[in-house]
């Protein structure tokens, strides 16, 4: 580990290699830098019909035409795949659920590793969806339906895509101009940082260049 002046000030610099963290460390470090990240609350169903929620802050637009979603899930310690990824990569479907301020209890409940539904266990309301079998959580304002297009392993984490088949948004989240309202999104979105803490957001305009 080397560190060095800062750029432009009196800071030092602190120089490492991925090798040179632990593996908590690493992720701890990325999850820190890489912020604030939206949670993806990720609602799926198992081949045998048993639904599933749980949140993942590794996710993102991948693609806006043709319009793509990815969300990444390590898998258990003893090697195991979570249920999100096994339930996406076997059904071929899940759903983005927007997370808001108001489900912060109901989606760290659904955090925890249960052998029911996180929806039974955390007492979350859910319904049918539009479009694919997975529900979706009846309190978000908006959620992306989903259907997988590709799936790759990076050395125990599983990394999902999935084409985004059905966007559902409630009115009062829209703005006049009939698109998700910056404001809103301002007052009820969370964003997560790492592990327990979140951030709320301050909303700032600044005009980008043409």
């Given amino acids: 580990m080397d560190s060095q002046q800062g750029l432009g000030n009196d ?11 632990g593996g908590y460390e690493l992720f701890v470090t990325l999850g820190r830098l890489v912020t604030p990240r939206p949670v993806g609350w990720i609602s799926t169903v198992s081949e045998d019909g048993q639904d599933n929620v749980a949140p993942y802050s590794f996710v993102t637009p991948a693609s806006v035409d043709p319009p793509v979603l990815v969300f990444t899930a390590a898998d258990h310690q003893n090697g195991e795949m979570k249920d999100t990824a096994r339930n996406a990569i076997d059904t071929g479907e899940f759903v983005y659920n927007v997370f808001t301020a108001g489900l912060l209890d109901e989606m760290n409940d659904s955090a925890a590793d249960v052998d029911d539904s996180e929806f039974e266990t955390a007492d979350i309301d859910h319904t049918d969806s539009e479009v694919v079998e997975p529900r979706r959580v009846v309190g978000c304002p908006a959620w992306l339906e989903c259907s997988v297009r590709e799936t790759m392993e990076i050395e125990g984490t599983q990394v999902v895509f999935g084409d985004v088949e059905h966007v559902g948004i409630r009115e009062d989240y829209l703005d006049d101009a009939d698109l998700p309202d910056v404001e809103h999104i301002e007052q009820r979105v969370l964003g997560h940082l790492i592990d327990e803490h979140y951030t709320r957001l301050e909303l700032l305009e600044k005009q980008q260049p043409e």
């Fill in 11 to 21: 800071h030092p610099v602190v120089e490492l290699e991925p090798d040179d963290f």
